[in-house]
């Protein structure tokens, strides 16, 4: 395993990380397989895990408290608020009112006194910076948290908070945590280079886009992945978009075949190669999937396989622009662009 540091806090975690959204009903995982799951990443390296009150609706919170019960000051832990918890209207968001709260419930699912990193789940345009900075700021000052950071912001957003924190005074965002695997490259037109500007350390999800870099997806073969029979419009191949990501992938396939790598150890070696990230977030639902993605802590691509990847998906190209979770809430809604 390997080792970065993250942003410019001084801490030390692997480049593969572990995230706990399949953890409970969303990867239909129980109790023990979560503790398995935990105790083999631990074994291979990982010092990191990541988890949101949202998966599950806390569920997978109360798994990784119970998995990692008696050795927390090993682990660097991480969560996220902001999404809805119940149908609460104020049970969102990111405001101080809910952060107080959502930070109390996660430190009690988790069975902690703290968390390492806490982070804003989604920008939500109905609070302002100087609110949820000011928040956090003050949670971190009574040592419920040690850092805190942002996660799928758009570029602009980041910047502006990066600048509220200095016009106020006040702490800032020392992560994001951004979407990013070789099918979906767009932050690496904007959201990378501001995020390498500030000096933040860049945890990216989904480095396997959802399975279909994992090698299950292939030209002539029945797609059978957990997403693709929750999401199955992310899979469907009369869509231009995945016909487009089917093509890439057969084309990857040669490339990891030429350089004796599996698909994923291709997918994770390219997103860990990029300087600006510090961490890909791996998600496995099983011990073996677990040990599939740990084969590629070591994996360092050389050059020419990184053209060759770039000659099939071309720098800053996101393959399925569609599925981008940073695009700005009037490009989605035409009453905010109209009125």
Do not use: C
Not at 19 to 27: E, K, L, Q, R, T
Request: hydrophobic residues 40%; charged residues 25%; without cysteine.
């Amino acid at each position: 395993m390997q080792y970065r540091t993250l942003g410019r806090t001084g801490v030390q975690v692997s480049t593969l990380a572990l995230g706990a959204m399949n953890f409970g009903s969303i990867g239909r995982t129980t109790q023990d397989e979560a503790t398995a799951i935990v105790d083999a990443a631990l074994e291979g390296g990982v010092n990191l895990i990541d988890t949101a009150d949202m998966y599950g609706q806390g569920e997978s919170e109360e798994m990784v408290g119970r998995a990692i019960a008696g050795r927390r000051d090993d682990i660097v832990l991480a969560t996220k608020a902001n999404m809805p918890m119940g149908d609460e209207r104020n049970h969102q968001g990111s405001s101080r009112r809910w952060l107080y709260k959502a930070l109390d419930d996660s430190l009690r699912r988790l069975g902690v006194d703290h968390v390492d990193l806490y982070q804003i789940h989604r920008w939500d345009p109905a609070t302002g910076d100087e609110e949820t900075l000011s928040a956090l700021t003050d949670l971190q000052r009574a040592g419920k948290i040690r850092y805190f950071g942002s996660s799928t912001f758009p570029a602009y957003r980041i910047v502006e908070a990066q600048w509220a924190s200095r016009e106020h005074r006040l702490g800032r965002y020392v992560t994001e945590q951004p979407s990013y695997s070789i099918l979906q490259r767009g932050i690496e037109a904007d959201v990378l280079p501001v995020a390498e500007q500030y000096g933040m350390g860049v945890l990216a999800w989904s480095p396997l886009a959802s399975g279909w870099l994992s090698g299950a997806v292939r030209a002539g073969r029945e797609i059978a992945t957990s997403r693709s029979k929750s999401l199955p419009e992310r899979f469907d191949t009369a869509l231009p978009h995945n016909r487009a990501r089917l093509d890439a992938v057969e084309r990857l396939a040669k490339v990891a075949d030429g350089a004796g790598l599996t698909m994923i150890r291709l997918a994770l070696g390219f997103v860990t190669a990029h300087p600006g990230v510090t961490s890909a977030l791996i998600g496995p639902r099983t011990v073996e999937h677990l040990h599939s993605q740990l084969a590629a802590a070591d994996t360092v691509l050389p050059a020419d396989v990184l053209d060759e990847i770039d000659a099939i998906v071309a720098p800053g190209v996101d393959l399925a622009p569609q599925e981008k979770f940073d695009t700005p809430p009037a490009l989605l809604d035409p009453a905010l662009r109209r009125r």
